[in-house]
């Protein structure tokens, strides 16, 4: 039986890995996108009937037609349906035959012990140049004498491959490795080999723009813990969003699809109704995607963000573009805001647009908010808004709270746009306009 997958005709024997996997990653694959479109507005419809509820519980009127906490726009389509990803983590694993170096996306759980890792060829959200490089990458370490590194405590070294593209062309891998007890000589010997094979050998396919090598001992690792060695070509790939051009380190964020990012940051600025003498506040900044797009229609841009090369980027990115109102502050948003916002005293109207991870905004941060009575407009853009970002819209929608030092007007919801950023997934980019 062969069913549709957004338009195209599915080639996927039922019940393989390869199917399992798609059905994992992408569980909406074999719909046509336009059902995709109908599944997710469903959902997000669900979150905010969920919100509206909480905020009855505690005293606030929030009932809408539909049971809605605001009224809720059609979900925003992406651009591009297939191989939209500029970014692909993939896993070394063991594979459906056994084979320990296999290079791709896991089916199964650690608390089930049923993990495998399959290759992910036919995945249709990650494009052919990922799925290249980590084929390279499987091909190298199975030629290697070292073993991949499955379990921390059992040994090995090879581990996860990071692949980042541009519409620029550009490339970057990102390589960790688990030194185990390797000396300094046998740690370069490593790094060479993959040099080598990457520039001179079968992984010069790849044309790497960039080929970065990180030592680490834990799950995920800051460039601060343990630097990302450059090992071959530019330290940084480029991309160019609405008509600017955006340097990226290895570890900045940036929206994992370009062109849905486009459409998502013009929306984001209607929503924000800056005037020229608006003071833009982005926290959690990134590279300073949002501010920078935005930074001709306001009066200044202030952005905030915890890793600190994501900071120079943004710096770099404000120069380059020849972008001189903005300023960007290194640090965690709730160490940096307090004080920037507990000193505030332009008269200037204040709009903040916050991106936080799915872990949301800390606590001290909507304290911060809602305490600066100059902010009267908030954008909410969560990619996990049923999560922890719901605590945080109770937290700003709440009445003063005293025991929870939630002083200040709170916040209303007052319209909710979704974006498919993420074409085949359940998962949708959601942006709540909030103002008080």
Same mark, same amino acid.
């Given at each position: 039986?062969?069913?549709?997958?957004?338009?195209?005709?599915?080639?996927?024997?039922?019940?393989?890995?390869?199917?399992?996997?798609?059905?994992?990653?992408?569980?909406?694959?074999?719909? %046509?996108?336009?059902?995709? +479109?109908? *599944?997710?507005?469903?959902?997000? /419809?669900? !979150?905010?009937?969920?919100? #509206?509820?909480?905020?009855?519980?505690?005293?606030?009127?929030?009932?809408?037609?539909?049971?809605?906490?605001?009224?809720?726009?059609?979900?925003?389509?992406?651009?591009?349906?297939?191989?939209?990803?500029?970014?692909?983590?993939?896993?070394?694993?063991?594979?459906?035959?056994?084979? %320990?170096?296999?290079?791709? +996306?896991? *089916?199964?759980?650690?608390?089930? /012990?049923? !993990?495998?890792?399959?290759? #992910?060829?036919?995945?249709?959200?990650?494009?052919?140049?990922?799925?290249?490089?980590?084929?390279?990458?499987?091909?190298?370490?199975?030629?290697?004498?070292?073993?991949?590194?499955?379990?921390?405590?059992?040994?090995?070294?090879?581990?996860?491959?990071?692949?980042?593209?541009?519409?620029?062309?550009?490339?970057?891998?990102?390589?960790?490795?688990?030194?185990?007890?390797?000396?300094?000589?046998?740690? #370069?010997?490593?790094?060479?080999?993959?040099?080598?094979?990457?520039?001179?050998?079968?992984?010069?396919?790849?044309?790497?723009?960039?080929?970065?090598?990180?030592?680490?001992?834990?799950?995920?690792?800051?460039?601060?813990?343990?630097?990302?060695?450059?090992?071959?070509?530019?330290?940084?790939?480029?991309?160019?969003?609405?008509?600017?051009?955006?340097?990226?380190?290895?570890?900045?964020?940036?929206?994992?699809?370009?062109?849905?990012?486009?459409?998502?940051?013009?929306?984001?600025?209607?929503?924000?109704?800056?005037?020229?003498?608006?003071?833009?506040?982005?926290?959690?900044?990134?590279?300073?995607?949002?501010?920078?797009?935005?930074?001709?229609?306001?009066?200044?841009?202030?952005?905030?963000?915890?890793?600190?090369?994501?900071?120079?980027?943004?710096?770099?990115?404000?120069?380059?573009?020849?972008?001189?109102?903005?300023?960007?502050?290194?640090?965690?948003?709730?160490?940096?805001?307090?004080?920037?916002?507990?000193?505030?005293?332009?008269?200037?109207?204040?709009?903040?647009?916050?991106?936080?991870?799915?872990?949301?905004?800390?606590?001290?941060?909507?304290?911060?908010?809602?305490?600066?009575?100059?902010?009267?407009?908030?954008?909410?853009?969560?990619?996990?808004?049923?999560?922890?970002?719901?605590?945080?819209?109770?937290?700003?929608?709440?009445?003063?709270?005293?025991?929870?030092?939630?002083?200040?007007?709170?916040?209303?919801?007052?319209?909710?746009?979704?974006?498919?950023?993420?074409?085949?997934?359940?998962?949708?980019?959601?942006?709540?306009?909030?103002?008080?």
């Amino acid at each position: 039986r062969r069913e549709k997958r957004a338009g195209e005709s599915c080639s996927l024997p039922e019940s393989s890995w390869e199917e399992r996997l798609a059905n994992a990653v992408t569980p909406l694959w074999r719909l %046509p996108y336009q059902k995709q +479109l109908q *599944v997710k507005y469903e959902s997000q /419809r669900k !979150i905010l009937q969920t919100l #509206a509820s909480r905020l009855e519980e505690l005293g606030i009127d929030a009932q809408k037609p539909g049971g809605l906490c605001c009224p809720l726009q059609p979900v925003v389509p992406s651009p591009i349906i297939n191989g939209y990803r500029n970014k692909s983590t993939f896993s070394v694993n063991r594979g459906p035959d056994g084979n %320990p170096k296999t290079v791709g +996306l896991y *089916v199964g759980t650690g608390r089930e /012990r049923n !993990i495998v890792c399959v290759k #992910a060829n036919h995945v249709e959200n990650i494009p052919s140049k990922h799925k290249q490089v980590a084929q390279c990458y499987e091909e190298f370490i199975c030629h290697s004498p070292l073993d991949s590194c499955i379990l921390f405590h059992e040994g090995g070294h090879w581990r996860e491959l990071v692949v980042r593209t541009t519409s620029c062309g550009h490339t970057m891998a990102i390589i960790t490795f688990h030194p185990q007890e390797l000396g300094p000589e046998a740690l #370069a010997t490593q790094k060479a080999l993959l040099k080598e094979f990457f520039t001179c050998g079968p992984g010069a396919v790849c044309a790497l723009t960039s080929l970065y090598f990180q030592e680490s001992t834990m799950t995920r690792c800051s460039h601060e813990q343990s630097p990302f060695q450059l090992l071959h070509g530019a330290p940084h790939i480029f991309e160019e969003l609405l008509g600017l051009k955006f340097r990226i380190s290895p570890d900045a964020f940036f929206q994992v699809n370009t062109a849905g990012a486009e459409v998502l940051y013009q929306a984001v600025g209607e929503l924000c109704q800056a005037a020229g003498d608006t003071v833009l506040l982005d926290i959690c900044c990134g590279i300073g995607t949002i501010g920078l797009s935005l930074a001709h229609r306001v009066s200044k841009v202030i952005g905030v963000e915890v890793v600190e090369k994501a900071v120079e980027d943004a710096e770099w990115n404000a120069a380059f573009n020849g972008i001189s109102n903005c300023e960007f502050h290194s640090g965690k948003a709730e160490a940096v805001l307090p004080q920037l916002l507990a000193s505030w005293e332009d008269a200037r109207p204040l709009v903040a647009v916050v991106n936080p991870s799915r872990a949301g905004l800390h606590s001290r941060v909507v304290r911060a908010i809602r305490s600066c009575r100059s902010i009267r407009r908030l954008l909410y853009i969560s990619c996990k808004p049923e999560g922890e970002a719901m605590r945080n819209f109770l937290e700003l929608c709440c009445p003063p709270d005293p025991r929870k030092k939630l002083a200040g007007e709170p916040f209303a919801p007052m319209l909710a746009v979704p974006f498919d950023m993420f074409p085949h997934t359940v998962h949708c980019e959601l942006v709540l306009l909030f103002t008080r």
